[in-house]
T-cell receptor
Framework: AQSVTQLGSHVSVSEGALVLLRCNYSSSVPPYLFWYVQYPNQGLQLLLKYTSAATLVKGINGFEAEFKKSETSFHLTKPSAHMSDAAEYFCAVLYGNKLVFGAGTILRVKS | DTGVSQDPRHKITKRGQNVTFRCDPISEHNRLYWYRQTLGQGPEFLTYFQNEAQLEKSRLLSDRFSAERPKGSFSTLEIQRTEQGDSAMYLC????????????FGPGTRLTVL
């Protein structure tokens, strides 16, 4: 069965610093992987997705993620954090027809 | 193109009451999903429809829960005899077959059972 592990339930960075949110997956088949962002009391917004094309995937709001099969990882990065990036981020893997989510990482951006 | 919409956004009910939530998917999306998210957790899959057919249900979906999508457009999720443990955010998503099942989520319905 597919599963997702997000390392670090809380990450704090200074405004302008690099953002790195970690995601490792387990999958018996080539995975489809996703990152979503959730602002308080809102639904999930798709940031980016990996569907076995390019291993470096660019998403919205300056985020990108790199699929590394050898490390079973799909970490999310952004070169320079902005205050508006403060939110909760979820990594997910497609398992059959359903998404299996990690527990989420809350990103705090300090001014 | 409007996104996925859900109604109501918030629902407060007393234990033992029945509640019903509605989801309107993105037009032409033939798949519709329901997820439940409890505090501090990622969403968990409940069920999904392809057109009007309910094709998969999670073990999380007890017999007090029922979902329908009668005409292959909007869907309803009903919870009978609510319990405090049902308090959660209920999220709906939709997707188009052939788009790598990329699921687009609505704003959710937050249920509080007193």
């Amino acid at each position: 069965a597919q599963s997702v592990t997000q390392l670090g339930s809380h990450v704090s960075v200074s405004e302008g610093a690099l953002v790195l949110l970690r995601c490792n997956y387990s999958s018996s088949v080539p995975p489809y992987l996703f990152w979503y962002v959730q602002y308080p009391n809102q639904g999930l917004q798709l940031l980016l997705k990996y569907t076995s094309a390019a291993t470096l995937v660019k998403g919205i709001n300056g985020f990108e993620a790199e699929f590394k099969k050898s490390e079973t990882s799909f970490h999310l990065t952004k070169p320079s954090a902005h205050m508006s990036d403060a939110a909760e981020y979820f990594c997910a893997v497609l398992y059959g027809n359903k998404l299996v989510f990690g527990a989420g990482t809350i990103l705090r951006v300090k001014s | 193109d409007t996104g996925v919409s859900q109604d109501p956004r918030h629902k407060i009910t007393k234990r033992g009451q029945n509640v019903t939530f509605r989801c309107d998917p993105i037009s032409e999306h033939n798949r519709l999903y329901w997820y439940r998210q409890t505090l501090g957790q990622g969403p968990e899959f409940l069920t999904y429809f392809q057109n009007e057919a309910q094709l998969e249900k999670s073990r999380l979906l007890s017999d007090r829960f029922s979902a329908e999508r009668p005409k292959g457009s909007f869907s309803t999720l009903e919870i009978q005899r609510t319990e405090q443990g049902d308090s959660a955010m209920y999220l709906c998503a939709s997707s188009l077959i052939g788009d790598a099942d990329t699921q687009y989520f609505g704003p959710g319905t937050r249920l509080t059972v007193l």
